[in-house]
């Protein structure tokens, strides 16, 4: 029976798909009769099957989403690999993937192999680069201030904000004091010394909180007195950067501070909605959509609405998308069990993928054959120096009086130093307002890689002599 | 001692903040003395400074980023509202979300309320919103691929794929003969009756394995033998559908079945590699680089670059980035707990946030409006009536050949019968490939937003009958 039944159905299988596509093929064949009088591009008319072949593959691999593609796997791999190698030596793994921006942009592969770069970067297809890599920085600063617990902040003594505070209006007033003499030479013309002392000072203020929490933590310090101020300093940093930050973006985009005074009235009224009104209701939502396993969907979709409607609000007064998007993760309820629940629904497709794009388009910016004279590299070493000084002797004289010792005082100031991908992210905005020229973005560039790639070697020295 | 240090303290701390931001107001009023012989335009020279705000604001609305974030939250605020009224009225709630793309496009919004329309969607901010729908869309065919079973194919019985190929060729057969009455009036004039009747008979096949899937766990069918069947069948149909999709569309862009043989041997290669090679390669990832809360981020990086990298080379080959992507799904490692991990990473993002841009897309191309007579009326209505009995009637045919009971074969049918999202996509590639033109285009959403609705109460229908 079972046998009879099998050959039965194989013999109708057979017959229905035999039958069906011979009726198939007599319409298609049938059907070319209807084409006359058309105009029907032959496309392998006069080439040989496989030349047409080629020109299709050439064809597919420039249309936009075969670019785009071919893009994120090559920027990806690149990413990786130096970020990777950057492990090797000991680094944090942003420095490699910075590196690998600048490597993939006109500094090296524009250089030395342009027809390349010109067809793997065409002009045309950098918007939706740029775009995607908006929409990656989004996330990322959501998780940043997902990774920022307030409580600390509350709980801890007042001494870390004096730290952070004095570790930021120093170097402010530092790059303040640089714009004063590079301003002449290097600002763009119609950018007022206002505009660009302002956000000179920003620049040499940032500190990589991301960064600094990953090599505290990779060096076993998160458990320490130390690590946890320092912590405690880089989120007070960052909290207080951000807000200085988009009151500067404000000054500059209404042209005085006189006229940024709506913005930044509006801006303070956005940060009261979302901690007095938003928190709760988001607190509420968590609450109330709970499941055994996680969120309802529903409760997600307000959750990203949140993130999304946070950053377009402040995009639109005029403070920047990327501080409302940080705001959101901030709010967020507090119960870290969720946060990380919700880090871990968006940091791999956001660092892993989207991320590593945004290094690109900060690299594809960077050229540092601009720098192609001494006295430009002077420059450079000038704007490091001050940057380094500012920063470090600024955060660790503020240690030292508020009760530190010297070993834990200088440490402090090593890891406050780092400056990482942050100051990429406050640099592609200076880029984006007009306010930095290429000159001023490469040298910049130069200072936050360098600034982050001596925090590892700093910091082993110090302890060198700690044990000695 | 206590009282003192913290005196000490905010001491300094006025001191330090005091003090720099003398220094800092001294130097930024000084240097204005440097603007001399710069061309600083004054914002707010003409304008008073409220009016100036308004402006920038403004300005900040229509800049890319500031669009396209407002776009994202009307979408998925209508995306969510219209899923939620559609699953009041007992709807899968993709029917909802087809509809919420309809009415932001010009068949709704764009009818009604121009100005809006034009402010919400100009055309050049329709990119971008492409760039990232096409993102979404691959991260959805990747989770169709993950949530796809091959193991569940391979262990039932041949009766699941008899009735699958019927209930494709019966409806693709009679989609090309609809293709044969049609062709006159509806192709595009450079387009081949073999490429309009391949994309017609394929439109016809296609089921929509996610919302059959949620149909028959919302019934709670998954645990019946009808439901298992149908499930079968319906992944089964998704392999045969797209793999024909791909073969479609490699002859339609070469022109003629044989110039597209290069790119048919490729992808049977480019399958092959796949399978053979790639898959015990993940799955090795998979073993070497589990910890105990999840995988490394090498290995989520990995997982990440196959699915691009398959989706490029699918796109290259000529055969459609989501068929890669969709494959890339299939021959991740098959344990059930890895998948569920992989899919809880991406499906927030994919499904909430970028998924519903697809949507609004596709209801942005769907101009119901065109539809303004009643012979337009009328071939839309033999499309829907073409669509259902062929794939109706087909699968049911089929079902009660290979043994079903009368009952149990019309619910396959009616299953079967579900279009929904899968049609959408297939019907999008069909208008880029500029195959159907906005005519057809409109009818054939019409026809899977028909054939999605109906499938409900169809069963339900069944049910009552069989209970009477």
Known sequence: MEII????????????????????????????ELEEGRNIIEKTANTSSFQGFL??????????????????????IFARLFGWLSNKIGQPSVVGEIIAGIVLGPSLLGLYL???????????????LQILSNVGLILFMFIVGLELNIKILKNKAHEAVVISHASIIVPFAAGIALAY???????PDDISFM????????????????????????????????????????????ITAWCLLAAVIAIVKAGSFVSSIYTIILAAGYVLVMMRFVRPFLKKVAE?????????????AIFFLTLLISSFATEVIGIHALFGAFMAGVIMPSNPRFRSMLIDKIDDIALIVLLPLFFVITGLRTEIGLLNDAY??????????????????????AAKYVGQSWTESLTIGALMNTRGLMELVVLNIGYDLGILNAEIFAMMVIMALVTTFMTGPIINLIERFKSK
């Open 288 to 300: 109330t959509y709970k499941t055994d396993t996680g969120y309802k969907k529903s409760a997600m």
């Open 376 to 397: 430009l590299w002077e420059v450079t070493g000038i704007i490091i120096a001050v940057a380094v000084l500012g920063k470090f002797v600024g955060s660790a004289v």
């Open 114 to 128: 342009p027809d390349v770069s010109q067809f793997l970067f065409p002009v045309k297809s950098l918007g939706n």
């Open 55 to 76: 020109d299709s593959f050439v064809e597919n691999l420039q249309h936009p989403l075969g670019i785009l593609l071919l893009q994120i796997i090559i920027i990806i």
């Open 5 to 32: 039944k099998k050959f039965r159905n194989v013999f109708f299988y057979i017959l229905i798909i035999g039958g069906f596509s011979a009726v198939i093929y007599w319409i298609i064949t049938t059907g070319k």
């Open 181 to 187: 003499f590079i301003y002449s030479s290097f600002a």
């Open 195 to 238: 505009s660009f002392s302002l956000f000179l000072g920003i620049s040499m203020s940032i500190t990589a909180f991301p960064v600094l929490a990953r090599i505290i933590q990779e060096r076993g310090m998160q458990k320490t007195k130390l690590g946890a101020i320092a912590i405690t300093c880089a989120a007070a940093d960052d």
